[in-house]
């Protein structure tokens, strides 16, 4: 059952797709003029105020672990920094232009938003205990790294369901499924939108190399970490679609990783209560 | 074995199984400090997000004994999507803490 060989196909669709909403473009020329100060980042994105919101309930969660002590945007801005609240916005953004995709058959886009909240939280828990300190894109790159499942949904909704009924009934991996039917995968796709957005490359390089857990043989923390948190998320099913199938971990992730030997049984419950609370204030308009 | 508890979760009486340290490695609380609400305040105020608790002292739910039973039915119910065998020590550390995990919620 092949639908699609054309790659071009896909090249075209994604032109039409809707690039990231102005509040992005507007921070981005701010946070890069080396005059701006905390009060112009905050000015411009209390113009849209269910991003402000959001990013005002994200500070003051366990994410951030601020509880409550953020009360402006300006405040958020200092404490947590110009990085992360470019980053919460790129995600934010980007599950806004996707927030009226209906489920169809057996994809629901809220789940597969669900997944990417718990990868995004566990990712960046892993990271931490990975003894990574630069960890301000792990979050948006867990958020993103399966975006190019929606970006497939979007161009022809008829032919992704039929591709996850597939891999259920063969019992293979999506993007198995997925190259064998359609003729590209989710990684593929997905690096193209974040090329599109003009997404930095390391999280490019995330969406893109995710699920080998390595980039180009590099100890990429970054990479390492969402490989595992997604196959954290998948046995918690926490998943794009029901019974969907586990991979196996990458073997040599666990040397980049480093992490203590009884690392899941001790931080589960922390990752799981820290999942329920963001995807709360991420999925709740 | 210890338990990593979010900050808000802190009761009185639970005692650390590792030093509380700042972003410079300074021990702020040693270890098998118990702790009292004056401590859970001021590592409020030090931003600490979460501390290694000993395991003993999280509240009744982890010490609940899980029955075989339970256990095999977890067991089974992830073998539909997992069609790996654990390889190394962590990967058998995750599905062990899943299928706990799992259980223990399904109580």
Known sequence: MKINKNINTYLDKIKELPTLPTIYSTFMDVVSNPRSTAQDVADVISQDQSAASKILKISNSSIYGFYGRISSITQAVSFIGFEEVKNLIISISIMKIFKDSKQIGAFNPVNLWKHSIFTAVATRIIGKSSGERKIEEFFVAGILHQIGKLILYKIDPESYIKTIEYARYNNILCKDAEQEILGITYTVIGEMIAEKWNLPASVRNAIRYHHIGLYEGEKNKMVAAIHIAKILGLIMKINSYENELVPKPNAAVWEILELPENFFEINLEYIMQSYYESETLLLKN | ?107
């Open chain 2, 1 to 107: 074995m210890a338990v990593r508890v979010n900050i808000e979760k802190i009761e009185d009486g639970m005692v650390l199984n590792e030093p509380v340290l700042n972003k410079h490695g300074q021990i702020l609380l040693g270890k098998d400090i118990e702790l009292k609400s004056k401590h859970i305040r001021i590592l409020k105020s030090w931003n600490v997000q979460f501390v290694y608790i000993k395991k003993n002292d999280v509240s009744s739910e982890n010490k609940t004994v899980i029955s075989k039973e339970l256990l095999k039915m977890a067991v089974l119910d992830l073998k539909k999507i997992i069609k790996w065998i654990p390889e190394n020590k962590y990967e058998v550390n995750l599905i062990n803490a899943c299928v706990k995990f799992n259980v223990l919620k399904s109580k």
